[in-house]
């Protein structure tokens, strides 16, 4: 092989190795989630992992509807290289909070909870994107 071919390869491979590092960051700051959640029969939908909020925000619903059949679905919370957190009460109250530490979405979710009626609220999901 002649010394032009390795020395365009090596060009090549020093404008692509960049270029991929560059893009695999931008999809990792890309990572959106979303609680949503029917307040008549307490259903709920999640995503994860979606490049838009738009996109977990409607892919919640989404499932939310599609489990409960109530046509009211919300959005709870929505993050984005985050943990979100949502805790229930027995009597239907409801919390949800974000933070970059899942121990904090879960403690403040709690709280906002027992906001409603000082109830025992219990964190009944958790889920954290990647950073």
Do not use: H
Request: contains cysteine; charged residues 20%.
């Amino acid at each position: 092989m002649s010394k032009s071919f390795w020395n365009s390869l090596a060009i090549a491979v020093a404008v692509l190795i960049p270029t991929i590092s560059v893009g695999a960051l931008e999809a990792a700051a890309q990572s959106f989630g979303a609680i949503s959640r029917s307040s008549s029969t307490q259903d709920k939908g999640y995503s994860w992992n979606y490049r838009t909020r738009a996109a977990a925000e409607n892919r919640a619903l989404s499932e939310c509807e599609d489990i409960s059949g109530a046509g009211d679905c919300e959005v709870m919370v929505w993050a984005r290289n985050a943990c979100m957190s949502i805790a229930e009460g027995s009597n239907g109250a409801a919390g949800t909070a974000w933070s970059t530490s899942s121990r904090q979405a879960e403690a403040t979710a709690r709280r906002v909870c027992r906001d409603y009626d000082g109830i025992n609220c219990t964190v009944t999901r958790t889920i954290c994107l990647p950073k």
